[in-house]
């Protein structure tokens, strides 16, 4: 029988890797040409997106951007000798209306409002994205949301101003009831009382200082609003309300309190089951039969807040996948440590929670942003109802791809962007578990 | 390690537990337990697996519900009154089989959390007591790495540290190493017995028997959700009464 022992008496040192495995050709023989089934895969691949860019590129390299009309377009084709269906794009359409496909019919002398709206969004956005920017931006995000919708609504300024004062309000009654009595009776009172203040209160105090110290820029109607402005409006209002709406409701499904629960459930599930385009009927044509007579809600107001409503119940349950993945023995830690029910949501399960369903959220987030065209079904005036519009005009009668092409080149931007976001915060936040 | 048994035990009652009974459902998990625990008294609970002792420890800081009987820590009786149940919380430290330390906070924020949040201790005064007890514990170069980055001891010696940051009356362990590679078994043990010398109330559930004979003022041996036998713990090893308790030693010391 051989020598079973064995003692190493020195270690064997690192060496570098051969040379087909690193660089260049390493790496093409390691992804692309690993087998000859691969190769053979590679190969047609490659030849599949030339075919798509062979038949694309021809069409869409077109110079036809001073063209005013189709008919001109198809002239400037034809002294090129470019003939047939698809000869060449007609970009001409996009120069002339762009301006249309990002405000709808706003006039055109206020066009620099919701400009300026859109690079304020900019700034109020950046300390909630990204570190290292001031933490004092924080005071411009918080008045964002009215200032915006003031920009672009216009009108007098006291009315978005007496709507802030509701959640001031809510601050300093909280303060003192829930000093006085009790956190939750605090709770209440500071749920009511702003509520009280919108409904009934907020608008003749605006009318009444407007009356007094007018203020104000030229009011514009929800229907001069349109295309991708309503679109963002509609998306980003969305996208914040329905992430903190869609965290509540999950926590109220998860609770052990059986009412607030059943609430919880009926309302995620009633929402998730029934078309986005169901909730916008009713938007349109119901809601006002549930408010209190006298008060006319906005249209846009009323789209804003059934898209909301139905991407908050699919961001509850993308929040409780979230909550599900987490150990048990984070709640018993967070417990043991004494933190209460809120300390531990915030400090430990929601951090945890939100991070794992990061791609969830943003998906849901994209959704949303996606689903803002259908509001063109009751009347909106979001970009494919525009690009309806555009064809209808004389000039531009059996234009097609150009617009469609131009609408999906932005969607696929903010889109694109929302995404690529969220692969950013997924590494930020990697902590190597 | 020997030197913790000299320590005095207080009369002073740290614990007390009288005919409190659990169950899950219908099943009947612990059954008339009447326990009391001294000042200083360095506990280890012991018993197959299913006995009853991890709940035992959890009902004392209200992470299981009790059914019927009382619990009384530090004074504080331990009823469903939500203060109640996080001022003994907060008096009463513990450490779990898996850690849970939480992932997305560095070692130091682990530690600091609960002092700042539920003491309302400042910041500074909450960072230098963290960073003394991570020097307790021996890993204060590794306050700014995240809980992933450490090994299973280091982890569970940070759990410890963690949880002395609220400065503790008494400590729980819940198996503390059974989820460690022995070569690190030694490090949580050696930081859990420099705890006991200081004189602090532990109640361990732990499978070190080796731990139990040293450090132990008092062996409790488990099984189906009773207490089956109680010993100093020369006489629990050495002299055991209960058939249950000669076939259990017989078993884990036997190999």
Known sequence: MADLSFVRTELVPQKTPPASEVGVIGWMRANLFSSIGNSILTLLTLYCIYLVLASILPWAISPTWGAASLTECRGILHELGREGHFSGACWGVIRDRWTQLLFGFYPSELYWRPILAFILLGVALAPVLFDGVTKKLLLLTAVYPFLCFWLIWGGSIWLPISIILGFVFAIVIYGIVSKATSTLLGAIVAIVTPIIWWLFLAAPFGNLMQSFIPLGIEAVQSDKIGGFMLAILIGLTGIFLSLPMGIVLALGRQSDLPILKGVCVAFIEFIRGVPLITLLFVASTLLNYFLPPGTSFDLVLRVMIMVTLFAAAYMAEVVRGGLAALPKGQYEAADSLGLDYWQAQRLIIMPQALKISIPGIVSTFIGLFKDTTLVGIVGLLDPLALSTNIRADMAWNGILWELYGFIALIFFIFCFAMSRYSMYLERKLATGH | ?255
């Open chain 2, 1 to 255: 390690m020997a030197t913790a048994k000299k320590l005095e035990v207080s009369d002073e009652v740290a614990i007390q537990i009288s005919k409190m009974n659990k169950w899950y459902g219908s099943f009947h998990v612990l059954r008339d337990i009447d326990l009391t625990v001294n000042r200083g008294e360095r506990i280890v609970i012991a018993g197959p697996s299913g006995s009853g002792k991890s709940t035992l420890i959890r009902c004392i800081n209200a992470l299981e519900e009790h059914q019927e009987g009382s619990i009384t820590v530090d004074g504080t009786l331990l009823s469903s009154d939500l203060k109640n149940i996080d001022t003994i919380r907060s008096e009463v430290g513990m450490c779990f089989q898996h850690f849970n330390l939480f992932p997305h906070l560095t070692i130091l924020e682990n530690c600091m959390l609960a002092p700042v949040w539920v003491r309302k201790t400042p910041q500074k005064e909450a960072r230098e007591t963290a960073m003394h007890f991570l020097e307790k514990v021996k890993i204060p170069e590794q306050a700014d790495k995240f809980p992933g980055q450490l090994s299973g001891g280091q982890q569970q010696r940070v759990a410890i540290a963690r949880s002395l940051c609220m400065k503790p009356r008494i400590m729980l362990f819940d198996e503390p190493t059974s989820a460690l590679d022995p070569e690190m078994i030694k490090e949580v043990l050696d930081t859990m017995v420099e705890l006991a010398e200081e004189g602090m109330t532990m109640l361990c559930v732990t499978h070190e028997m080796g731990f139990a004979r040293e450090v132990a003022n008092r062996v409790i041996f488990m099984d189906e959700g009773q207490i089956v036998e109680q010993n100093e713990p020369e006489e629990f090893f050495d002299n055991p009464k209960h058939e249950r308790t000669k076939l259990f030693l017989s078993q884990i010391l036997g190999h």
